[in-house]
């Protein structure tokens, strides 16, 4: 019997993340446009990016007059105006994957004379899209563990395009192919400087992917705003080789497994991971002092054998690689030359064998 139950989070492209981080969340309202955001920059102000028709005082093209300090009203609702030119951008915007703010209007986010910013956007890209979307304001600016994909480069927009997309979220791409454009290099670090694994390389060279990997669903288990764990994890799960065992430190995998796998310290059922009746993830795990987390044999992402078992464990302050040295019978299995001598298991042998 395996331990798992049906995911609570889980499901492709599924940014419906725990402890209602996204499930659930209220569309952002659609920005009120400011007048002051969209009149010309004062003549001294060198502007960042102007709009060619204004540029040329072809005021005529939007406005009834053609005299720029008295243009009049404009001739037309602001979309139809815009799109009538940049009709690339009509079918997105219009369609049931626009973005709600340049449904409603362009001018929402674009001062259609002259900006500061480029692209005529009304303020710098991230402010502008965080002073809608709150929710997301609150991870990315006050996470103690941030992601660098919302202050690096184009910030939001490496991720979500502005105008639409076929994608969830409006995502550029499906979500971990998304993930894989920078998480798939051997040079990228987290916040704190440490090198982070190539998961492009690991995922080609381990067949073997763990169930969200499996849905293409990071955002499973990370957050991709920020958040207090580390790693961006949605719930806690131990960081360390070692640890002292308390269900809650576990809270991220059993989202998903079942906690009798760790509580119970005879089984005939609840894990496959047992000597006869005895419990081994129990007896790995659920210590007061020194107990060996999940990822001591568990590659949470990806491995070459069943069950994300690990060939080896980067340990110690050097990341010294330990083998596990694992080899599968019919009825258990072996770890050699490890953190002990070889040890094996069977779950056929009855109580009174000795091993």
């Given at each position: 019997m395996h331990t798992f139950k049906l995911?609570?989070?889980s499901g492709l492209f599924g940014f419906a993340l725990l402890g209602g981080l996204w499930a659930a969340q209220p569309a952002p309202p659609v920005p009120k446009v400011r007048q002051n955001d969209l009149a010309p920059l004062p003549a001294t102000e060198k502007a960042a990016a102007t709009h060619a028709p204004f540029e040329a005082g072809d005021c005529r093209l939007c406005h009834q007059r053609a005299d720029p300090a008295s243009p009049g009203p404009l001739t037309g609702p602001v979309n139809e105006l815009c799109l009538s030119c940049h009709d690339d951008f009509q079918k997105i915007v219009a369609?049931?994957?626009g973005h709600a703010a340049a449904r409603e209007s362009c001018v929402s986010c674009h001062n259609p004379h002259d900006s500061r910013q480029p692209k005529l956007l009304v303020d710098e890209?991230?402010?502008?899209c965080l002073s809608c979307h709150e929710t997301i304001k609150n991870f990315a600016l006050h996470s103690p563990v941030k992601h660098a994909a919302l202050t690096d480069g184009a910030k939001c927009l490496n991720c979500h395009n502005p105008h639409g997309s076929e994608v969830e979220k409006l995502l550029v791409q499906l979500p971990l192919n998304l993930c894989l454009t920078c998480h798939g290099k051997d040079d990228v670090t987290d916040h704190d400087g440490r090198k982070l694994t190539n998961m492009k390389k690991l995922l080609a060279e381990n067949p073997v992917h763990h169930g969200p990997i499996a849905s293409e669903d990071c955002s499973a288990c990370h957050n991709p705003h920020g958040f207090q764990n580390f790693r961006l994890l949605n719930q806690e799960y131990p960081s360390t080789f070692y640890s002292a065992f308390d269900l809650r430190f576990y809270a991220l995998c059993f989202e998903c497994h079942e906690t009798s796998m760790i509580t119970e310290a005879r089984t005939a059922t609840q894990t496959r991971f047992r000597d006869g009746q005895t419990n081994l993830h129990f007896l790995h795990v659920n210590k007061a002092e020194r107990g060996r987390t999940c990822r001591a044999c568990h590659e949470v992402h990806a491995s070459k054998q069943k069950h994300q078992l690990r060939?080896?464990?980067p340990y110690g302050p050097k990341g010294w690689a330990l083998q596990l040295n694992y080899t599968k019978t019919p009825t258990g299995g072996s770890c050699a030359k490890?953190?002990?001598?070889t040890r094996s298991y069977d779950r056929a042998r009855l109580p009174e064998e000795k091993k």
């Amino acid at each position: 019997m395996h331990t798992f139950k049906l995911p609570v989070i889980s499901g492709l492209f599924g940014f419906a993340l725990l402890g209602g981080l996204w499930a659930a969340q209220p569309a952002p309202p659609v920005p009120k446009v400011r007048q002051n955001d969209l009149a010309p920059l004062p003549a001294t102000e060198k502007a960042a990016a102007t709009h060619a028709p204004f540029e040329a005082g072809d005021c005529r093209l939007c406005h009834q007059r053609a005299d720029p300090a008295s243009p009049g009203p404009l001739t037309g609702p602001v979309n139809e105006l815009c799109l009538s030119c940049h009709d690339d951008f009509q079918k997105i915007v219009a369609g049931k994957t626009g973005h709600a703010a340049a449904r409603e209007s362009c001018v929402s986010c674009h001062n259609p004379h002259d900006s500061r910013q480029p692209k005529l956007l009304v303020d710098e890209s991230a402010t502008l899209c965080l002073s809608c979307h709150e929710t997301i304001k609150n991870f990315a600016l006050h996470s103690p563990v941030k992601h660098a994909a919302l202050t690096d480069g184009a910030k939001c927009l490496n991720c979500h395009n502005p105008h639409g997309s076929e994608v969830e979220k409006l995502l550029v791409q499906l979500p971990l192919n998304l993930c894989l454009t920078c998480h798939g290099k051997d040079d990228v670090t987290d916040h704190d400087g440490r090198k982070l694994t190539n998961m492009k390389k690991l995922l080609a060279e381990n067949p073997v992917h763990h169930g969200p990997i499996a849905s293409e669903d990071c955002s499973a288990c990370h957050n991709p705003h920020g958040f207090q764990n580390f790693r961006l994890l949605n719930q806690e799960y131990p960081s360390t080789f070692y640890s002292a065992f308390d269900l809650r430190f576990y809270a991220l995998c059993f989202e998903c497994h079942e906690t009798s796998m760790i509580t119970e310290a005879r089984t005939a059922t609840q894990t496959r991971f047992r000597d006869g009746q005895t419990n081994l993830h129990f007896l790995h795990v659920n210590k007061a002092e020194r107990g060996r987390t999940c990822r001591a044999c568990h590659e949470v992402h990806a491995s070459k054998q069943k069950h994300q078992l690990r060939d080896s464990v980067p340990y110690g302050p050097k990341g010294w690689a330990l083998q596990l040295n694992y080899t599968k019978t019919p009825t258990g299995g072996s770890c050699a030359k490890t953190c002990h001598a070889t040890r094996s298991y069977d779950r056929a042998r009855l109580p009174e064998e000795k091993k």
